[in-house]
């Protein structure tokens, strides 16, 4: 009984390459199938719309109010200081909710300002119907700038 032979009708050694070649054949397919199925998955209403004379409507100027909290926690309107109750900031806030168009409120605080008093005033604003609060923040100089 021997385990190696020296003669010539020795077996080939098994193929243990991947044949992707039926892999490729039937992504080809697919793809060949997605590209005619394609067009017929999009659905869409094909309207003859009527046509007018005119020009674009011109947009309002929307002015911003400027809301600003100091370290102390007083409260400025467009720079000018409010009486510290929380009644007149709500007045206020009222008042400019009932205009058409809304302006934006700009909400500036100190980086010192306790944040009690920052949330207090964004509920106040809130409460009273404002749809538009935006934060105001200095941005952060870059090296380039720092160097000038």
């Known amino acids: 009984m021997s385990f190696g032979a020296f003669h010539a ?3 080939q050694p098994l193929m243990s390459d991947i044949n992707v070649t039926p892999m ?3 992504m080809l397919v697919l793809l060949v199938i997605f590209i005619m199925a394609a067009p017929m ?8 719309l009527p046509r007018a004379q005119g020009g674009a409507a011109q947009p309002q100027q929307v002015r911003a109010i400027a809301l600003a909290i100091d370290a102390q926690g007083q409260v400025f309107w467009n720079n ?4 510290l109750d929380a009644a007149a900031l709500k007045t ?6 009932s205009l058409v168009p809304q302006p934006e409120v700009q909400l500036r605080a100190d980086k010192e300002t306790r944040y009690e008093v920052v949330a207090q005033v964004m509920a106040a ?6 749809l538009s609060l935006g934060f105001v923040t200095e941005p952060v100089p870059s090296i380039n700038q720092e160097k000038k």
């Open 9 to 11: 009708q020795r077996q």
């Open 125 to 130: 604003a809130q409460a009273s119907g404002l």
């Open 80 to 83: 000018e200081a409010l009486a």
């Open 92 to 97: 206020k806030l009222a008042q400019v909710a």
């Open 41 to 48: 998955l999009t659905q869409a209403v094909k309207l003859d």
């Open 24 to 26: 490729v054949d039937v």
